[in-house]
């Protein structure tokens, strides 16, 4: 069973950073991609970033190009987004997903998530 856990959240003032961890604690083999997502309050949830297991391929969304890496730690079973130049819209929970045979934005892609973590950046 796939548990996703999300760490690394919390408050941080505009312009700054925050790095966001996912660990896989319960698969005993990886998943084929992992992604981000993010929901702000009264939206929908939007994809942030994704990345594959096996390769270097990463795809971002257009809103965070330039400003978010994201990466992953094979031995640790972990992904992470480095969020750098944070902005008020920024703000949202933000969650991590598993995917076994898809690489993309869509959420409908993933089938394993995270509880999410809160990030709010003050203006």
């Known amino acids: 069973q796939v548990q996703l856990v999300e760490s690394g959240g919390g408050l941080v003032q505009a312009g700054g950073s925050l790095r966001l961890s996912c660990a896989d604690s319960g698969r005993t083999f990886r998943m084929y991609a992992m992604g981000w997502f993010r929901q702000a309050p009264g939206k929908e949830r939007e994809f942030v970033a994704a990345?594959?297991?096996?390769?270097?391929?990463?795809i971002y969304a257009d809103s965070v190009k330039g400003r978010f890496i994201i990466s992953r730690d094979n031995a640790k079973n972990t992904v992470y987004l480095q969020m750098n130049s944070l902005q008020f819209e920024d703000t949202a929970v933000y969650y991590c997903?598993?995917?076994?045979?898809?690489?993309?934005?869509?959420?409908?892609?993933?089938?394993?998530w995270g509880q999410g973590t809160l990030v709010t950046v003050s203006s």
């Open positions: 990345i594959m297991w096996s390769r270097d391929n990463t």
């Open positions: 997903a598993g995917s076994g045979r898809y690489f993309g934005p869509s959420t409908m892609g993933y089938s394993d």
